[in-house]
């Protein structure tokens, strides 16, 4: 059986890559998978989070979910710290998981920077706890962006050797699902640095919450050449923001890049620019009233959050008394 789980960290700043790269697909896979969704609040404070906004953050995902069309019936919605069997599978997994495998963690050396010394243990631990996010639901299937292949990567190799320590076919292998034709939307303002919640220059990004007239302001200034728009996709390949914005038209639009270039070649900027943010107005407006809609009033977040929680902890709840069982804990 199939089984899908991925999450979205409640750092704020949500935006059209997260979208574009994951939230999207959550939506696609909910008619033929059972979905396990998450915000990810436990990974958040591996930096620091204000503790107010840390609360709001995690509605922002839900409600992103939400108004992306997880549908709350179908899918489960949660907030990782409410369901504590992912702390105590994170243990065991840090128990399983080696030194040499972290430290050849890409994300953990751009995230702890020049001052690893000063880094939280969390954040080094990280991709232990994101393994037991998605295997203390025995989870199949994870979609995500690029960024996160080698996360999965190592997922897959502490259930590998937790199954053949304790010689048992508890966990699943996972598979990563990237799919689309943005899996790794870039900057606005540099084509060759991946779009991020953290880039301190908001026109880096297009927020899941910005208005139309942010969203033209920011597709106007985001950087590009002076060359128009190529006939064939190779010719792409040396100018990272055409591709960038290529990439992005043609996942708004849901066609491919080569589709977006027989149509728009010999364009100049200047006039793909404006179509591109009509797109993006009409595919994103909708989402970000929604959010702030939702984000208005919480009551109704909260209360899918409070029944995701529950079940969620329904399905995980088994899966940790056999990992507890096969480790050799005393299981009441
Ligand atoms: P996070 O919060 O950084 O990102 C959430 C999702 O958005 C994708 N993404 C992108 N996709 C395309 N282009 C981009 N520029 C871009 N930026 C982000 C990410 O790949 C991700 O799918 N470690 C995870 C959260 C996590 C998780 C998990 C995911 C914790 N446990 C278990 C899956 C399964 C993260 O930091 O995502």
Redesign the pocket.
């Known amino acids: 059986m199939s089984r899908i ?5 409640p750092t704020g700043n949500l935006h059209l ?2 979208y ?3 939230i999207r697909n959550f939506v696609r896979l909910q008619d033929d998978y059972e979905c396990i969704y998450c915000a ?1 609040d436990m ?1 958040a404070i591996t930096v620091w989070q204000d503790p107010q906004q840390l609360k709001n953050n995690v509605r922002e995902v839900a409600a992103a979910y939400l108004a992306s069309g997880v549908d709350p019936e179908k899918s489960i919605i949660f907030a990782q710290s409410n369901v504590a069997a992912h702390a105590e599978l994170a243990w065991i997994f840090n128990c399983v998981a080696r030194l040499g495998w972290l430290n050849r963690m890409t994300q953990f050396k751009e995230k702890a920077g020049k001052n690893r010394e000063n880094a939280s243990l969390g954040l080094y631990a990280y991709p232990s706890l ?1 393994a037991a ?2 295997l203390v639901y025995k989870a199949t299937h ?1 979609p ?5 292949k080698q ?1 999965l990567e190592l997922t897959r190799d502490i259930a590998q050797k937790f199954n053949n320590d304790y010689g048992t076919e508890t966990f699943p292998l996972v598979e990563p699902l990237i799919f689309g034709e ?4 870039m900057s606005l303002r540099d084509g060759t640095k ?3 919640k953290s880039d301190p220059s908001d026109y880096s990004r297009i927020a899941l919450t910005d208005g139309p007239d942010e969203i033209a302001k920011k597709l106007k200034k985001a950087r590009t050449d002076a060359e128009p728009l190529p006939e064939k996709m190779e010719d792409l390949s040396e100018r990272p923001e055409a591709a960038n914005l290529v990439g992005i038209y043609a996942a708004l639009a849901d066609c491919t890049k080569a589709e977006v270039l027989a149509e728009h070649a010999g364009s100049q900027f200047s006039s793909f620019k404006p179509i591109l943010t009509e797109l993006a107005v009409e595919k994103f407006g909708p989402i970000g009233a929604e959010m702030k809609r939702l984000m208005a009033d919480p009551g109704h977040v909260d209360a899918v959050l409070k029944d995701g929680a529950e079940r969620a902890q329904a399905l995980a709840e088994p899966v940790i008394r056999e990992v507890k069982e096969t480790v050799g804990f005393l299981v009441s």
Request: without cysteine.
């Open positions: 789980f991925s999450g979205v960290q890559g997260n574009l790269g994951a990810v990974h994101m996010d998605i994870v995500v962006g690029e960024d996160q996360h943005a899996t790794r939307v991946k779009m991020s």
